[in-house]
T-cell receptor, first 113, second 115 residues
Framework: AQSVTQLGSHVSVSEGALVLLRCNYSSSVPPYLFWYVQYPNQGLQLLLKYTSAATLVKGINGFEAEFKKSETSFHLTKPSAHMSDAAEYFCAVSYTGFQKLVFGTGTRLLVSP | EAGVTQFPSHSVIEKGQTVTLRCDPISGHDNLYWYRRVMGKEIKFLLHFVKESKQDESGMPNNRFLAERTGGTYSTLKVQPAELEDSGVYFC?????????????FGPGTRLTVT
């Protein structure tokens, strides 16, 4: 069965600091992996996706994630946090083009001045 | 292009009442999904439509939940009768029917509170 683990329900960083949000997955077949972001009072927005092409995936707003098969990880990073990055971030896995998404529990990113 | 819309944005009902949530997917998207997030937990899959047919309803909690998709366009999710544990945020998502990656576009969600 597929599952996703996001370490840390809350992550706090200072503006300008590195953002690192962790995601580990469990899948018996090659996965598709996604990061979604939810800003307050909005729906989920796709940040980036891994589709078995390049292992380093670049997304919107300066975020990127690296697929590491040996570690079953897909951590999300951003070199320099901005106040506008404060939101909740969700890692999700799927394993075909049309299957349901399995989500992690989410990580709320807090950015302080 | 309009995104996925959901109505209402909030609903507060009493235990035992009926509530119907509506989702309008992006035009042309054959796939429509319902998900739910109970407070403090992960977002969980409820069911998946392809056009008007239910492709996967393995996540539906029980028979108090009924989902329909009229003519392969909008979808409704009815909860009857509602229980306290049904409270949460209900998300709808849609995607195109094509080979390869399934990029799902989410609506803003409906926050359901059962008192």
């Amino acid at each position: 069965a597929q599952s996703v683990t996001q370490l840390g329900s809350h992550v706090s960083v200072s503006e300008g600091a590195l953002v690192l949000l962790r995601c580990n997955y469990s899948s018996s077949v090659p996965p598709y992996l996604f990061w979604y972001v939810q800003y307050p009072n909005q729906g989920l927005q796709l940040l980036l996706k891994y589709t078995s092409a390049a292992t380093l995936v670049k997304g919107i707003n300066g975020f990127e994630a690296e697929f590491k098969k040996s570690e079953t990880s897909f951590h999300l990073t951003k070199p320099s946090a901005h106040m506008s990055d404060a939101a909740e971030y969700f890692c999700a896995v799927s394993y075909t083009g049309f299957q349901k998404l399995v989500f992690g529990t989410g990580t709320r990113l807090l950015v302080s001045p | 292009e309009a995104g996925v819309t959901q109505f209402p944005s909030h609903s507060v009902i009493e235990k035992g009442q009926t509530v119907t949530l509506r989702c309008d997917p992006i035009s042309g998207h054959d796939n429509l999904y319902w998900y739910r997030r109970v407070m403090g937990k992960e977002i969980k899959f409820l069911l998946h439509f392809v056009k008007e047919s239910k492709q996967d309803e393995s996540g539906m909690p029980n028979n108090r939940f009924l989902a329909e998709r009229t003519g392969g366009t909008y979808s409704t999710l009815k909860v009857q009768p509602a229980e306290l544990e049904d409270s949460g945020v209900y998300f709808c998502a849609s995607s195109q029917q094509k080979q390869g990656i399934n990029e799902q576009y989410f609506g803003p969600g409906t926050r359901l509170t059962v008192t």
